[in-house]
């Protein structure tokens, strides 16, 4: 089992960045892949991009493609989510998850743990 706590959220300008953080405990953290998802008020949770396990290989959703960076530092037990030219349409609680599968997904009900979640805000 592994726990997941975010962190990096905020209030940001419109074409402003920020960097979410996601730190795991628990085992055998580099045998999962990991994602970012996101939920804005009153929409359901959606896909933002996730990594393999060794961080060779990442996923996007098409609308942060180009703006958002996702990687992982499995030394650190930690995933990261490097948010550049944010929008206000960017506003949501960001979560991060874990998959014990080695197919990387953008489906949520793959992923096995989550963390609480992070409010990230950006004003236009």
């Known amino acids: 089992q592994v726990q997941l706590v975010e962190s990096g959220g905020g209030l940001v300008q419109a074409g402003g960045s920020l960097r979410l953080s996601c730190a795991a405990s628990?085992?055998?953290?580099?045998?999962?892949?990991l994602g970012w998802f996101r939920q804005a008020p009153g929409k359901e949770r959606s896909f933002v991009a996730a990594?393999?396990?060794?961080?060779?290989?990442?996923y996007y959703a098409d609308s942060v493609k180009g703006r958002f960076t996702i990687s992982r530092d499995n030394a650190k037990n930690t995933v990261y989510l490097q948010m550049n030219s944010l929008e206000p349409e960017d506003t949501a609680v960001y979560y991060c998850?874990?998959?014990?599968?080695?197919?990387?997904?953008?489906?949520?009900?793959?992923?096995?743990?989550w963390g609480q979640g992070t409010q990230v805000t950006v004003s236009s």
């Open positions: 990594v393999t396990r060794s961080g060779s290989n990442t």
């Open positions: 998850a874990a998959d014990r599968n080695i197919v990387i997904s953008g489906h949520a009900f793959e992923y096995d743990y």
């Open positions: 628990g085992r055998a953290f580099s045998s999962y892949v």
